[in-house]
């Protein structure tokens, strides 16, 4: 059965004060990993995939990084509207569908 | 590009009754789209799997009569929750894929539906 932990659940940073959230997976047959990033009462927001260890993704202030174990979000010098919840969910083997991890909340303070 | 619309946003319905709500693909073709619901402070569950022009694939503990899905066409796809109970409030949220090796899921904005 597919895994996806994500760690820390919440993260507190203060503006500029950069970070990394952290995304580890079990999975069978890896064809893809997605970072996601929802707002309160909103649908969740397409921001990276990974497909094979070793590649990086930058957008902005964040950079997404991918090994045989565990995806990375780096958030670099962050603002405050960047507070969200970051999902991460892995796609495995021929089929479509996304199995998610519990998401990690990050607050920036102005 | 890759717009996914989402109607009605959120709705209230009495108890018993039934209630739909469409996802669409606004800028692409979706052969398969998906439907999630998602819980205060959880993360996203998988419902269904619906590919256009067939039967939907539930996920187990779904009930396929309560949730009924059609995807008629490449750019839409409805979710009908029947018989509507307190407990079936929630956020539903669909996506629909882009086709290929590289697919994506695209989420829509949400539908928030409470139960009286």
């Known amino acids: 059965e597919d895994q996806v932990t994500q760690s820390p659940e919440a993260l507190r940073l203060q503006e500029g004060e950069s970070s990394s959230l952290n995304c580890s997976y079990t999975?069978?047959?890896?064809?893809?990993l997605f970072w996601y990033r929802q707002d309160p009462g909103k649908g969740p927001e397409f921001l990276f995939t990974?497909?094979?260890a070793g590649e990086e993704k930058e957008k902005e202030r964040l950079k997404a990084t991918l090994t045989k174990k565990e995806s990375f979000l780096h958030i670099t010098a962050p603002k405050p509207e960047d507070s969200a919840t970051y999902l991460c969910?892995?796609?495995?083997?021929?089929?479509?569908?996304?199995?998610f991890g519990k998401g990690i909340t990050l607050s920036v303070r102005p | 590009g890759a717009v996914v619309s989402q109607h009605p946003s959120r709705v209230i319905c009495k108890s018993g009754t039934s209630v739909k709500i469409e996802c669409r693909s606004l800028d692409f073709q979706a052969t398969t789209m998906f439907w999630y619901r998602q819980f205060p402070k959880q993360s996203l569950m998988l419902m269904a799997t619906s590919n256009e022009g067939s039967k939907a694939t539930y996920e187990q503990g779904v009930e396929k009569d309560k949730f009924l899905i059609n995807h008629a066409s490449l750019t839409l796809s409805t979710l009908t929750v029947t018989s509507a109970h307190p407990e079936d409030s929630s956020f539903y949220i669909c996506?629909?894929?882009?086709?290929?090796?590289?697919?994506?899921?695209?989420f829509g904005p949400g539908t928030r539906l409470t139960v009286l």
């Open positions: 999975v069978s047959g890896l064809r893809g």
């Open positions: 996506s629909a894929g882009t086709s290929g090796p590289q697919d994506t899921q695209y």
């Open positions: 990974l497909y094979s």
């Open positions: 969910a892995v796609q495995a083997g021929a089929n479509s569908k996304l199995t």
